[in-house]
């Protein structure tokens, strides 16, 4: 089991450490809830060193990138980054991706902890033939995330650049705490805030040091289990739920990162043209108005009917929202906004309306 540098931090903190990617990972320290309402209200740090840090540079990397992803890379303007995805031939989704451009000829691929050996295989492979290397930092790389309205406030003081020029899906290179650092604003809760790439063990001061600076403003370590609620109710995918090689990024109501106009072939092309406009089923949220709260993989059937006809990929009692939420594949032809639907819990039938995404959307 893979450990980040900051295990015996979680550990002093009490934390509830799971397996989780091939890491040891806390899943939560004071209780999900409380972690959960403290990144709505005030701010939550988070470990994500886990995930892939994937360096693409030299004269073709951009060229190299868009013919790997299904986004356009090359039209990032340098300190811009965006949500990306990597297809396979199929048109199936390998990974979602957050790539940051941070030079004409440098680019930095994130990758989801558990797909970061598959990604990096096969960007290496998609790389063959352009003027570009790639340089799989993953294991030299931690990640420290700061998410909630006074993420700002709390991290200003500390690093060397004014984050009220920061604009959302940028990244800079910076000093916090007196250590280089890759500043992005980025994150995946629905709330403002910032992540922090380091090297290795430069984890262990920020981490401390953001811990205990933002300790009066409300600031609390939170593990992977408030992670997922608060990213389910800003209605973000998970790879391996919501995203996987049996879906296309149209079945997943992400179709917009397709860029087919961009010039040139891409892994993925022919595949996802056939497939945009004939998707089998389509991701949709619901709202659960019986009692009960669903879980990953429990069935969905139309009112009164034996047979499911989806499935559900992520669901919670909603902290924020104070009922619960879902997200599901249905056939397209039973997704509208207002269907009503039956969720299997265990040997109960809960009702559920299909409602839009997202479930939470902050209001600054």
């Known amino acids: ?141 931690s990640l420290v995330a700061i998410q909630g309205p006074k993420a700002a406030e709390i991290l200003q003081p500390f690093i060397d650049v004014d984050l009220s020029t920061v604009k959302y899906y940028s990244g800079r290179e910076a000093t916090a705490f007196g250590l280089p650092v890759l500043l992005a604003r980025t994150g995946y809760t629905g709330e403002d805030g910032f992540e922090l790439f380091t090297l290795w063990d430069d984890a262990i001061p920020v981490w401390d040091g953001l811990l205990a600076a933002g300790k009066d403003a409300g600031l609390v370590p939170v593990g992977l289990g408030a992670r997922d609620t608060l990213r389910l109710e800003a209605g973000m995918p998970l790879y391996g ?70 499935i559900v990929t992520s669901g919670t009692a909603s902290p924020t929202l104070g009922y619960a939420i879902a997200m599901a594949y249905l056939p397209v032809a039973n997704a509208a906004l207002g269907t009503s639907v039956e969720i299997g819990v265990r040997s109960q039938r809960v009702t559920a309306e299909v409602i839009a995404l997202p479930f939470y959307r902050r209001s600054t």
């Open 1 to 141: 089991m893979l450990k980040t540098a900051l295990l015996d931090r979680h550990i002093a903190l009490g934390a509830r450490m799971v397996p989780f990617a091939g890491w040891e990972m806390p899943v939560q320290y004071q209780g999900l809830v409380e972690e959960h309402k403290a990144v709505r209200s005030a701010a939550g740090l988070f470990d994500l060193s886990h995930m892939g840090e994937l360096w693409i540079k030299g004269p073709e990397a951009d060229r190299a990138l868009d013919y790997a992803l299904v986004t356009q890379p090359s039209k990032l303007a340098v300190g811009k980054a965006h949500y990306s995805m990597i297809c396979a031939a199929d048109g199936s989704v390998m990974d979602d991706l957050i790539v940051y451009r941070l030079g004409e000829t440098r680019y930095l691929v994130v990758a989801n902890g558990a797909n970061a050996d598959v990604v990096s295989a096969a960007l290496r492979e998609r790389l063959d033939g352009f003027d570009a290397s790639l340089d799989d930092a993953s294991m030299r790389t």
């Open 241 to 310: 739920q919501e995203l996987d090689r049996a879906t296309t990024p149209f079945e997943a109501n992400l179709g917009r990162v397709v860029k087919f106009e961009k010039e040139g072939d891409f892994v993925g092309r022919a595949a996802l043209a056939a497939a945009k406009d004939h998707p089998t089923k389509t991701l949709v949220a619901l709202k659960l108005t019986g009692r009960g709260i669903a879980r990953t993989g429990y069935p969905v059937y139309l009112p009164a009917a034996a047979e499911p006809v989806g």
